[in-house]
């Protein structure tokens, strides 16, 4: 029975891999093929389905450009001076540029969400997760490609194939299991494994579709970015923290952007509670916390008070 369940997880990583030179991929195809992880990767990094769906079609010409099919390459990123993996070159801006080269297809789509953690991205992840419109100019306004018209293209992609469904979308219940895991279970099963159980701290979700954890005592933020290959500057934006401030041991700490408005409709401040406590306990960004309730940064809600944690609370 374990052969035949290996057997069965190889012909899916088979299936994973760039299709061969003489078959093209239709663009419905490539959707059905790669929308539960760009799904996943959404859950996991923040990043909307629709744009990362979007990105790989364009990028790899739905997996038939020779980048997509010689590199497993979807997102055309080049190798940049952090890249220590395989490489693959061919002509773009330049001649004989550096592009990353992946053993799967996977691997791209999880490289793509780590690659878009860079600092100068992080103003993407302020957006409503919706606002594909905003992610696809951001992207170019941050750099991601050269061509002016990049936007128009994501966003024309993404409408004529209704990629925003996936924006809305759960978590995926895979039965099998992915190329990636494969790779771990045939290769490297025991580093996996312990990989796996050295992990401290278990991924909780909030109310408010929000990936957290719950802190520990002696828990700071380099260890804890370390442990979740993120970057200390992404659990600071994330919590509304100030850079080097200690972490509350028996507080929440976010793994992806808060929302803008809570579950609730309202809350009704207790006694010693402060702004950012509420922020943290609703699971929404602080200053749109103090934006709705029309109040000052500097400002502290007073014991009785009624915050408005949805809609914006009306003039006097």
């Known amino acids: ?28 195809e490539y959707i059905s093929m790669f929308k539960d992880e760009a ?17 790989g079609i364009l990028e790899s010409g739905d997996g038939n450009s020779p980048l997509a099919r010689k590199a497993n390459n979807h997102f055309g990123i080049k190798c940049h001076s952090d890249w220590t993996g395989p490489t693959f070159r061919q002509d773009d801006d330049k001649k004989n540029e550096c592009f990353r080269k992946y053993k799967h297809v996977l691997d791209s789509y999880h490289d793509h969400s780590e690659f878009l953690k860079k600092r100068r991205y992080a103003f993407l992840f302020d957006l409503k997760p919706t606002d594909y419109k905003g992610w696809a100019k951001g992207l170019k306004k941050a750099g991601y490609a050269t061509n002016p018209k990049y936007p128009q293209l994501l966003i024309r992609i993404i409408e004529q194939n209704d990629l925003t469904q996936y924006d809305r979308a759960p978590l995926p219940n895979k039965k099998k299991q992915d190329k990636r895991k494969l790779a771990k279970q045939e290769n490297d099963a025991s580093s996996s494994s312990s990989s796996r159980s050295s992990s401290k701290h278990r991924v909780l979700k909030h109310e408010n579709n929000i990936r957290y954890i719950q802190l520990q005592k002696g828990d700071v933020v380099d260890e804890i970015a370390r442990e979740f290959n993120m970057g200390e500057w992404q659990l600071y934006k994330y919590n509304d923290l100030d850079k080097d401030e200690r972490l509350n041991s028996s507080g929440k700490l976010y793994l992806q952007p808060k929302r803008n408005r809570a579950k609730q409709d309202y809350h009704t401040v207790k006694a010693g509670e402060t702004m950012w406590e509420i922020s943290q306990k609703y699971g929404v960004k602080l200053k749109k916390l103090y934006k709705k309730n029309r109040m000052s940064r500097k400002e502290e809600a007073k014991a009785g008070q009624k915050l408005y944690l949805r809609k914006k609370k009306p003039r006097d």
């Open 39 to 55: 799904i996943k990767e959404m859950h996991r990094s923040g990043v909307p389905a629709s744009i990362t769906l979007a990105q």
């Open 1 to 28: 029975m374990r052969h035949l369940h290996l057997v069965f997880f190889l012909m899916i990583g088979l299936f994973l891999q760039a299709q061969p030179s003489g078959k093209r991929i239709s663009r419905a």
